[in-house]
């Protein structure tokens, strides 16, 4: 059975929305895995631009580069080229922290990671009508 525009949009912003409340809530452990901080916050911002780029009708490449997506949005909303520059030092959470031959990123990597994956979900929910944001749009 084919989802709809709308259904498919809600999840992939309720997508988003675990990954980032996972990413948040790791981020406050007493030691927090940085790897899996990061790689959570940077699926988030990832989901919620896809979202984004669906509910426009863009079909987007199977990618994880995070300033390849920001560069399709901006084509429809230039207020995304803001994420462009941090996007390029976020891409690579999506890869790195899954595998032992990277370090594992600094404290302050992963507040840094989390907290662009909540302006990339802000940024996203505020462009989308109320109705695709999902069920939780927090």
């Known amino acids: 059975m084919r989802k709809s525009k709308l259904t ?4 992939w ?17 007493k030691a927090p895995f ?3 901080v990061c790689f959570h916050a940077q699926q988030a911002a ?3 631009l896809k979202a984004y780029l669906l ?13 390849d997506l920001v560069l399709l949005a901006a084509q429809h909303d230039p207020e995304f080229l803001a994420f ?10 999506a890869v790195e922290g899954r595998y032992p031959e990277f370090e594992e990123p600094a404290p302050d990597d992963a507040r840094e990671a989390v907290a662009f994956a909540g302006r990339v979900r802000e940024a996203v929910a505020d462009k989308l009508p109320p109705a695709a944001r999902g069920k939780h749009a927090t």
Do not use: M, N
């Not at 912003?13 to 452990?29: C, D, Y």
């Open 46 to 48: 990832e989901k919620s």
């Open 8 to 11: 498919l949009v809600q999840r």
């Open 84 to 93: 462009r520059d941090q996007a390029a030092t976020i891409t690579p959470h």
């Open 34 to 36: 940085t790897d899996i």
């Open 13 to 29: 912003t309720e997508k988003a929305r675990r990954g980032f409340l996972t990413s948040t809530r790791g981020l406050q452990a």
């Open 55 to 67: 509910w426009k009708g863009v079909d987007f490449p199977k990618t994880h580069a995070l300033e």
